[in-house]
């Protein structure tokens, strides 16, 4: 039995919206092995200096999240365990002491597993090229709070970048509206 359906005598309506959006991404071309590996053969990068290749990557993601940080007087907070840890607990309490004007709210980092690729020979075919991999990747979280939506970006190297539009402010909205 639903909670409505218990307590439908005392309930005078129910309203009801999406808590979230995701929205995701990818780099076209780079969010498979093969097509990767077509990237490096075609910018003339040897298969087995992929690792080389995408540290720049990693570190201008990292740069970009540590200047974003910065610019609005925030530090990075690294999740050890992220299974033990709720990330919107922990936005919520810093929401209490900040309030909810709009801006970046909270940048997290957290080791995950994450879909990768590693460099692969073939020594039946002779051929070497990328191959599917799983590895802990270094993801990072931006909580920010839009005027009407707020927004939560999620992003790692190679494959993809997602943006969740948490509605935390639809529903006042959506009263005020009706009102």
């Not at 639903?2 to 071309?29: A, N, W």
């Not at 690294?78 to 919520?92: C, M, N, P, S």
């Not at 090229?129 to 709070?145: R, S």
């Amino acid at each position: 039995m639903l909670i409505t359906e218990r307590y439908k005598d005392q309930i005078h309506g129910v309203l009801s919206c999406y808590d979230r959006v995701v929205l995701r991404g990818t780099l076209p071309g780079w969010n498979y092995a093969q097509g990767m590996t077509s990237f490096l053969y075609a910018n003339q990068i040897r298969i087995f200096d992929y690792p080389s290749f995408a540290q720049p990557l990693r570190g201008e993601i990292r740069d970009n999240a540590e200047q974003l940080a910065a610019e609005n007087g925030l530090e990075i907070e690294h999740i050890r365990k992220i299974k033990a840890f709720r990330k919107e607990d922990r936005i919520q309490d810093i929401l209490k002491e900040r309030g909810t004007h709009p801006g970046l709210v909270h940048i997290f980092s957290a080791m995950e597993s994450c879909s990768s690729y590693k460099p692969w020979h073939d020594r039946g075919t002779g051929k070497t090229f990328l191959k599917h991999d799983t590895a802990k990747c270094l993801h990072y979280y931006f909580y920010f709070i839009d005027p009407e939506l707020g927004l939560s970006l999620q992003r790692h190297l190679p494959e993809y970048i997602q943006y969740v539009v948490v509605q935390l402010k639809k529903l006042p909205y959506i009263l005020n509206q009706d009102s």
